[in-house]
């Protein structure tokens, strides 16, 4: 067994574009090595500067195997006394076979000549060479580069490859580069030329360049650093993932500095500071004991050390002018009220079809007073329509035009300066909550009243122009903004008919080409699509999402209540057969078509589905009170009680049964189940 290593050496490469490159790196080569019958164990690593991809345990060549070719069909391959044909002969000269080792093999079109001949592996070097550039080449990226002669396109110029095979170069090219031995250190500590034998070599070599190419380890030295450096000045640092993940994709060496601001800065909203320097500066505060802000900051540096200071002084300098400028808009912003910044929106295009910000505001207050009569929350309405007029006021101001990361922040902070209400405040501090699956929602009801108004406000007019998502494709990021709404709705608990919410929301729009029987079945699927996003995350098993997402489904907070009646009661003795039961009731119902009526219990012929009947027409009054009461766990052991009669009647009973009354009678007994128990779920489409 062989370790194969790969690294390209480029230009630094956005950090931000690092995690996924090296996820589709090592994917993609472990999967077409997989392919051609070539497996390992595969490690990936990334620096500022390079992809590296180590794999372990590697044969030496593929697999040997056995292709099977079909040829001629038989009654042309061989003749009537059973010699081959020319036919034959010529297809065996071609597979490399003998015309007698030839078989005759039967398929679903007849019988057919195919050959079988065992096909030697390829060296896995050979094979490494011809899969690997096209998985770099495919490769994507947000933004891309060109270079030379402008025919190579990748994120960053690449200026070496090195390729080796249990030490042996693999002989490839890519981007103009071919393929050796040689890298090269740390562009400023070590830059010079490093000779690589095998990967153990490479990676020594590298950590004595001040390169450290594992991800890991450079992550957590960072954190360890940047513990004792806070710990210096009676902190700790801030606790921001998300910041140290790229810091750590930012460099080869990893180096943290310390430096200080003007503490009369502190004066400012946190809010502010922590934006500008994450941000901004991508620097990490030093909080106290308390959690409070203190004047030190915490600076990635590509070096382990910073001697002379010049790089902690570098970093105070331009991070004291931003701060600089972000009270100078501060303060001046605090000159004109919000409210008096409302009018100012029709200056500012939301959408060329939709209209400017100010119309958009008059749609909002509208929508938020008619989705609190909607919800229920009639008591809410004063504060969302106050929150949606003040909602996008932040929009004109100085403050968000310089730092257009605190939109909406910054509209709350201004607003609570301004004395609003606390609920209002809040809501328009928490508008664009939550941005992501793992978000917390607007904290108030009032906030999320107007959250949700916001996102159907841009999913109804965007689908009313017929500017849907399609694939991979969604710039306006719509399925976010459906995202946002059924998230608030779920955590709220919220239950909102969403083909109500939908026509309220398409209502305030005017003159969009889409009629509403069009968009609102549309947009209802595309925010259940979210549903269903969200609900696997919450790890519920696919068929149990399609057995309730496939009947009626208007409200998410009732969809997700089903789902998890469905997900507490498939593992009981008696609902395996009742779902059995029920897919064969929907076959048999998919036979016979829709039809209308109630049974006839004067037409129940056998004592089976007699049984059946009376088991189930008891059942169905209290299947009713608990679906009505949304006690949906309760009702499914109901109806799985009815297990057992269903599957008597099925044993005992001919449902196509001849008399034309009777077997009608039968479909409008399983139908009349089947549509009660589609109240809950689909069962048939339940997996076992």
């Keep these: 067994m062989s370790d194969l290593l790969i690294e390209i050496l480029a230009e630094e490469i956005p950090a931000g574009v690092l995690p996924q490159a090296r996820t589709e790196l090592l994917q993609g080569l472990a999967a077409a090595l997989k392919e051609q019958r070539i497996n390992g164990t595969f490690f990936i ?66 019988d057919y000549c195919t050959a079988r001949r065992l096909v030697a592996g390829r060296p896995t070097p050979e094979v490494v060479a011809e899969v690997l550039p096209p998985i770099l080449t495919k490769m994507s990226f947000p933004r891309m580069m060109r270079w030379g002669d402008g025919s190579f396109v990748w994120v960053r110029p690449v200026h070496s490859l090195v390729a080796l095979f249990d030490g042996a170069v693999i002989d490839l090219s890519l981007f103009g580069v071919e393929a050796g031995r040689m890298t090269h250190g740390h562009r400023t500590l070590a830059p010079g030329r490093l000779i690589i034998v095998g990967v153990q070599d490479y990676l020594q070599k590298l950590r004595s360049s001040f390169v450290e190419p594992d991800f890991a380890v450079r992550r957590r030295q960072l954190v360890e650093r940047a513990e004792a450096l806070a710990a210096e000045v009676g902190g700790h640092p801030g606790h921001d993932q998300a910041l140290f993940d790229t810091w750590t994709h930012l460099v080869e060496c990893p180096g943290l500095v310390r430096g200080t601001f003007d ?45 002379k200071g010049l790089i902690a002084r570098g970093n105070e300098w331009v991070l004291n002018a931003r701060f600089a400028d972000a009270r100078f808009f501060f303060e001046d912003d605090s000159k004109t009220r919000l409210e008096d910044r409302v009018e100012r929106l029709a200056a500012l295009s939301f959408q060329e079809k939709l209209g400017d910000y100010l119309k958009k505001t008059t749609r909002l207050e509208r929508l938020s007073e008619e989705l609190a009569e909607l919800l229920g929350l009639p008591e809410e309405k004063p504060e969302a329509s106050r929150a949606a007029r003040l909602l996008k006021a932040d929009l004109v101001t100085g403050m968000v035009g310089e730092f257009p990361e605190l939109q909406g922040i910054v509209g709350g902070l201004y607003a609570r300066k301004e004395g609003e209400a606390e609920e209002v405040w809040q809501a328009v501090y928490d508008q664009y909550r939550p941005a992501t699956a793992e978000d917390e929602v607007p904290r108030t009801e009032a906030g999320g009243i107007v959250a949700l108004a916001d996102r159907l406000d841009t999913l109804a007019g965007f689908f009313g122009l017929g500017l849907v998502p399609t694939g991979s494709k969604d710039p306006y990021a719509l399925r976010r903004s459906a995202l946002g709404v059924v998230k608030i709705l779920l955590d709220k608990g919220w239950h909102l008919d969403l083909a109500s919410a939908v026509g309220k929301a398409l209502a305030q729009h005017d003159g969009l080409p889409r009629a509403a029987g069009e968009v609102v079945p549309e947009l209802v699927t595309f925010l259940l699509d979210r549903l269903r996003f969200l609900l696997d995350r919450r790890g519920h098993r696919a068929d149990e999402i399609e057995a309730v997402l496939t009947t009626d489904c208007r409200d998410v907070v009732d969809a997700a209540e089903r789902v998890a009646a469905v997900s507490a009661i498939r593992g009981q003795a008696d609902f395996g057969p009742l779902s059995t039961a029920f897919k064969r009731v929907q076959n048999i119902l998919a036979q016979a078509g ?84 589609s109240r809950v779920a689909r069962f048939s489409e339940i997996q076992s």
């Design 263 to 307: 503490p009369r800065f502190l004066a400012l909203p946190e809010e502010i500071l922590v934006t500008t320097m994450r941000h901004h500066q991508k620097v990490l505060p030093v909080r106290d004991g308390e959690g409070i802000l203190t004047p030190h900051f915490l600076a990635v540096a590509d070096q382990a050390g910073d001697p």
């Design 594 to 677: 829709e039809g209308t009526g109630e049974p006839d219990p004067e037409k129940l012929t056998e004592d089976a589905e007699r049984q059946l009947a009376s088991d189930y027409l008891q059942a169905r009054e209290l299947i009713d009170e608990l679906v009505t009461q949304r006690s949906y766990g309760e009702a499914l052991q109901v109806m799985a009680s009815l297990g057992p009669s269903l599957d008597r009647f099925f044993t005992e009973v001919l449902v196509m049964a001849p008399d034309p009354e009777v077997r009608a009678n039968r479909f409008a007994l399983l139908r009349s189940m089947r549509d009660q128990f």
């Design 45 to 110: 690593h990334s620096t500022s500067r390079r992809l590296v991809v180590i794999a372990r345990d590697l044969p030496e060549a593929q697999d040997d195997m056995v292709a099977e070719t079909t040829g001629p069909p038989a009654s042309a391959a061989y003749d009537a006394a059973g010699k081959p044909t020319k036919a034959a002969e010529g297809f065996a000269r071609s597979q490399g076979v003998a015309v007698e080792d030839l078989l005759v093999k039967a398929t679903t079109k007849g």
